[in-house]
């Protein structure tokens, strides 16, 4: 195979090459100029472009749905958390003549805002001679989108210095309790009142919060209370 090349010093020039030499060598020797024209170039970075924005989705896409998965475990964590110190509460609720167990039906803007007030036994001194007494006052209520516990210390001494007052939840939608009444074998959306001062025989407790998207979700919990009698 016989090639002739042209150079601006010596002029035409012969080169020889085997029968057997690659096509492609032999084009690159015949167009030493040759490279890749304007269309290609742009289509290769259109190509480029496009991979890159799909990629760029699905990234966005990947971190969005962990935000949510985190968010809503987070609401999760709070409500259980919410209902896991309520039941702790209601075990240790005890009956007092003076201060009965009381729980309220209400609403706000239509949804449930029941209101939750007993005494308790499960309190613990934050000193040893302080005036404190192992039986308090607990009272639990939805604030607006708030889920607040009120503790009284001390309820045989009441000042504004003995009202311990949490915040446990926001984004709360809904509070509602019902009870367990024995004696009528039924629940009801309301206790105490009327002279009554027994204990539900249980307690159902849902709470529902709002997540990012404003997505309700009810969590709920059943407490049963120690027989004391009435």
């Known amino acids: 195979m016989i090639f002739q090349l042209e150079t601006s010093n010596v002029g035409r020039r ?28 742009l289509l290769a970075v259109a190509v480029l472009a496009l991979v890159s924005v799909l990629i ?5 896409s990947t971190f969005h749905m962990l935000d949510a998965f985190r968010d809503e475990g987070d609401r999760e964590h709070v409500a259980r958390s919410c209902l896991s110190l309520i039941a702790q509460d209601l075990v240790t609720a005890r009956r007092q003549t003076t201060s009965p167990f009381t729980g309220r039906n209400g609403d706000i803007s239509g949804q449930p805002s029941d ?3 007993f005494s308790s036994a499960g309190h613990r001194r934050s000193q040893p001679n ?7 006052r607990v009272l639990y209520v939805r604030d607006e989108a708030r889920l ?12 504004v210095d003995a009202v311990e007052q949490v915040e446990l ?23 105490g009142g009327e002279g009554r001062t027994t204990l539900p025989g249980a307690a159902m407790i849902e709470l ?7 997505a309700p979700r009810t969590y709920t919990a059943y407490v049963s209370f120690p027989w004391q009698g009435g």
Not at 130 to 136: G, H, K, Q, S, V
């Open 169 to 191: 939840a926001t984004g709360v939608a809904g509070f509602n309790v019902r009870y367990y009444d024995r004696s009528a074998k039924a629940w009801q959306d309301a206790w």
């Open 148 to 159: 607040v516990r009120y503790e009284i210390v001390n309820p045989y001494i009441f000042t």
């Open 208 to 214: 529902t919060s709002l997540n990012a998207r404003k």
């Open 115 to 117: 209101i939750l007030a």
């Open 130 to 136: 302080a005036l404190e007494t192992e039986l308090t």
């Open 14 to 41: 012969t080169l020889f090459l085997p029968e057997h030499c690659p096509l492609p060598v032999a084009r690159c020797l015949q167009s030493p100029q040759a490279g890749f024209t304007l269309v290609e170039v």
């Open 56 to 60: 760029s989705m699905s990234f966005t």
